[in-house]
């Protein structure tokens, strides 16, 4: 299919590690945004991409987080030193010009 | 501050026995309000948008509804794959970002 894709679908971590996780969004889609949803709640906006550029990362929780989409298609997602707060989904939504954000399946991080 | 509050927060029915979930929302100017359905392990799969008081849209066995506070799904003689968990979001008019704030979610769970 050409939905929106997401890499590693499990990540397990030890503290203090950094992690990397990757989303292909849906061809020709110009905006690309992260969330995160931790257990029985909402997803949580973290940052959002027109193209190449992160216009917003007003939901980044700390300076770990850094996300970049260096050619305006795949993103990724980097959390550095992680911290067992970080545990949680990771999603991965894109849209078009149109409003409609279309999810990808998500990274379950662990971080032990 | 922009906010979501869905009610109730887990509801259980009878294969056949019509209900609503409740969506009910603050935000400075709403663009947009989405409905989205999300099965275990999965991403949140796009229901509905609804952008103006009185519009409704339908597919299968749902229906949206929109006031200017709140959202109704109408669930018509459920079945048990409509069992998951409905999340509703808001998206703001204004400023540079197009994140959507969601709701903690109604987990619905159809009996046989």
């Known amino acids: 299919g050409a939905g929106v894709s997401q890499s590693p679908r499990y990540k397990v971590a030890k503290r203090g590690q950094d992690v990397a996780l990757r989303c292909d969004p849906i061809?020709?889609?110009?905006?690309l945004f992260w969330y995160q949803q931790a257990l029985g709640q909402g997803p949580e906006f973290l940052t959002y991409?027109?193209?190449?550029?992160?216009?917003?990362k007003s939901g980044l929780p700390s300076d770990r987080f850094f996300a970049e989409r260096p050619e305006g298609s795949v993103s990724t997602l980097k959390i550095q030193r992680t911290q067992q707060e970080d545990s949680a989904v990771y999603l991965c939504?894109?849209?078009?010009?149109?409003?409609?954000?279309?999810f990808g399946p998500g990274t379950r991080l662990t971080v032990l | 501050e922009d906010q979501v509050t869905q009610s109730p927060e887990a509801l259980r029915l009878q294969e056949g026995e019509s209900s609503s979930l409740n969506c009910s929302y603050t935000?400075?100017?709403?663009?947009?309000l989405f409905w989205y359905r999300q099965d275990p392990g999965k991403g949140p799969e796009f229901l509905f948008t609804?952008?103006?008081a009185g519009e409704e849209k339908e597919k299968e066995r749902l229906k949206a509804t929109l006031t200017k506070k709140e959202s109704f799904l109408h669930i018509t003689a459920p079945k048990p794959e409509d069992s998951a968990t409905y999340l509703c979001?808001?998206?703001?008019?204004?400023?540079?970002?197009?994140?959507?704030?969601f709701g903690t979610g109604t987990l619905l769970a159809v009996q046989p």
């Open positions: 939504a894109s849209s078009s010009y149109i409003n409609e954000q279309f």
């Open positions: 061809s020709g889609h110009v905006s």
């Open positions: 991409f027109q193209n190449e550029a992160q216009l917003d």
């Open positions: 935000v400075s100017g709403l663009r947009g």
């Open positions: 609804l952008y103006s």
């Open positions: 979001a808001v998206q703001a008019a204004g400023g540079a970002t197009n994140k959507l704030i």
